[in-house]
């Protein structure tokens, strides 16, 4: 007598069935968390990428000037300007600012801090980055990431006016 196993080739389709949206579940579960890791790394690049070329500007503009005050205010549009960043840096779900700030000196200034503020559409898209990222000051809807600014003359010392702050 024949003996046939009734239901299995409908078990295995179950069990396919089931493996496969358990897997997607799964990818669907790591969607958001590693799109938001991705964005994190994509803000930590222009980060970087703002950070030194602020820095490239000034050192040149000291270097031009021979005066370690800039007067001119660094902005996101003076980097674009100066072709060191992408005109599309404010492009995405966030938008970059940067400034200096300043020390005052006997009369004349100088930057002391790189700031650079990354600010977010909504609340969602902030929270959801900002595990991933150190920012110096938090703020509703606005990270703030202060940068010290380098400038060491001492090699110029005998040259330097303190009084200006310019090398003569």
């Known amino acids: 007598m024949l003996t046939f196993q009734r239901g299995s080739a409908s078990l295995g389709i179950a069990l396919s069935i089931s493996a496969t949206l358990g897997a997607i579940v799964f990818v669907l579960m790591l969607a958001n968390p590693l799109a938001a890791y991705r964005d994190a790394i994509a803000i930590k690049s222009t980060l970087s990428l703002i950070e030194t070329q602020a820095n490239l500007s000034y050192r040149k503009k000291v270097m031009l000037s021979r005066c370690v005050t800039d007067n001119a205010p660094m902005t996101i549009q003076r980097l674009i300007n100066e072709k060191r960043i992408p005109t599309d840096v404010n492009s995405g779900l966030h938008t970059f600012e940067t400034r200096f700030t300043s020390i005052n000196i006997n009369g004349w200034t100088r930057p002391n801090y790189l ?54």
């Not at 929270?127 to 000051?137: F, G, V």
């Not at 703030?144 to 702050?165: A, R, W």
Request: charged share 15%; hydrophobic share 45%.
């Open 115 to 168: 700031e650079i503020r990354v600010t977010f559409a909504d609340s969602a898209a902030l929270e959801a980055i900002a595990s991933h990222l150190n920012p110096t000051i938090y703020q509703p809807l606005t990270l703030v990431f202060l940068t010290p600014i380098q400038i060491d003359v001492t090699d110029n010392l005998s040259h330097f006016d303190k009084k200006t702050g310019c090398l003569q």
